[in-house]
Nanobody, 121 residues
Framework: VQLVESGGGSVQVGGSLRLSCVAS????????MGWFRQIPDKEREGVAG???????SYADSVRGRFTISIDNAQNIMFLQMNGLKAEDTAMYYC?????????????????WGQGTQVTVS
């Protein structure tokens, strides 16, 4: 499966962005999907994960502000980010795994997109 993110950009503190991850080459419902983020010199961290049945998991730092969703018919995953903070600034990546649960560990994921930059100031 190939993954392409979009929707990143610059936004003020308290603002919102919606990231998209378009999958091609395979059916997204075969995978658990996740959003990760990374800043320079830091490890890539899990933000949110979702199963094809809609079950989700969130990092404590974003729970209540971010919402992950998936459109199996369109083969697209989304990350709605509200109440953005400066510490949310990072490169955001979408990923896919054959695992049967929405892990937040980068080691569990098999496929990655190229990333989209989010800057909050």
């Amino acid at each position: 499966v190939q993954l392409v993110e979009s929707g990143g950009g610059s936004v003020q503190v308290g603002g919102s962005l919606r990231l998209s991850c378009v999958a091609s080459g395979d059916t997204i419902s075969r995978y658990c999907m996740g959003w990760f983020r990374q800043i320079p010199d830091k490890e890539r961290e899990g933000v949110a994960g979702i199963e094809s049945d809609g079950s989700t998991s969130y990092a404590d730092s974003v729970r209540g502000r971010f919402t992950i969703s998936i459109d199996n018919a369109q083969n697209i995953m989304f990350l709605q980010m509200n109440g953005l903070k400066a510490e949310d600034t990072a490169m955001y990546y979408c990923a896919a795994t054959y695992n049967y649960f929405p892990s937040l560990s980068r080691y569990d994921y098999n496929y990655w997109g190229q990333g989209t930059q989010v800057t909050v100031s």
